[in-house]
């Protein structure tokens, strides 16, 4: 089993800056992707970043410049630095682990960016 656990999220005021953690554990094999999505009210989830095992990044276009996602492997914990933050980056965050085929979550953490 695989459990993701997230950190992290809060309120921000516009220009702000959040850091996203996320630890995992259990049966963590070598080639997966961790990444992190997000879900605002009304909304589809959606891909905000994603880390390959080879080191490639993809991130959401509206993010880039903005997001950096990176990972300790020692610790298998990766992160989402988030800056400039938006309002329109209102949402609950989810880290995802992508392996053997199967997709694992974590709880979500709320991030709001309000004035």
């Known amino acids: 089993q695989v459990q993701l656990v997230e950190s992290g999220g809060g309120l921000v005021q516009p220009g702000g800056s959040l850091t996203l953690s996320c630890a995992a554990s259990?049966?963590?094999?070598?080639?997966?992707?961790m990444g992190w999505y997000r879900q605002a009210p009304g909304n589809e989830r959606e891909l905000v970043a994603a880390?390959?095992?080879?080191?490639?990044?993809k991130y959401l276009p509206s993010v880039e410049g903005r997001f950096t996602i990176s990972r300790e492997n020692a610790e298998n914990t990766v992160y989402l630095q988030m800056n400039n933050l938006k309002p329109e980056d209102t949402a609950v965050y989810y880290c995802?682990?992508?392996?053997?085929?199967?997709?694992?979550w974590g709880q979500g953490t709320q991030v709001t960016v309000s004035s």
């Open positions: 995802n682990l992508r392996q053997q085929g199967s997709d694992y």
């Open positions: 259990g049966i963590i094999f070598g080639f997966n992707v």
């Open positions: 880390l390959f095992s080879g080191g490639v990044t």
